[in-house]
């Protein structure tokens, strides 16, 4: 079993920045597919950006140019910096790690853009 804790949510103005943690428990953290993506109320759970093994990166149109995944293989934790946040960023931003076909969740962190 695999263990993802996100980190980093709160309240943030809008243009403001936070960034996101999600550290992970189990072995070989270098070699997997891991990934943010967010749900807001009343929306589906949709992806915002991911990285695999070999550090290729995609993002969601919405999120280019202003959010930055990366990955510390030694702290076993990717991150999602966030910048010039809006008020449609809100949601319950949710870190998942793909191991030989198995999914896993974290537990979601909160990011309310409000003035």
């Known amino acids: 079993q695999v263990r993802l804790v996100e980190s980093g949510g709160g309240l943030v103005q809008p243009g403001g920045s936070l960034r996101l943690s999600c550290v992970s428990s189990g072995n070989n953290f270098s070699q997997y597919y891991m990934a943010w993506y967010r749900q807001a109320p009343g929306k589906e759970r949709e992806l915002v950006a991911d990285i695999n093994g070999f550090d290729n990166i995609n993002y969601a149109d919405f999120v280019k140019g202003r959010f930055t995944i990366s990955r510390d293989n030694a702290k076993k934790t990717v991150y999602l910096q966030m910048n010039s946040l809006k008020y449609e960023d809100t949601a319950v931003y949710y870190c998942?790690?793909?191991?030989?076909?198995?999914?896993?969740w974290g537990q979601g962190t909160q990011v309310t853009v409000s003035p």
């Open positions: 998942k790690s793909v191991r030989r076909g198995f999914q896993f």
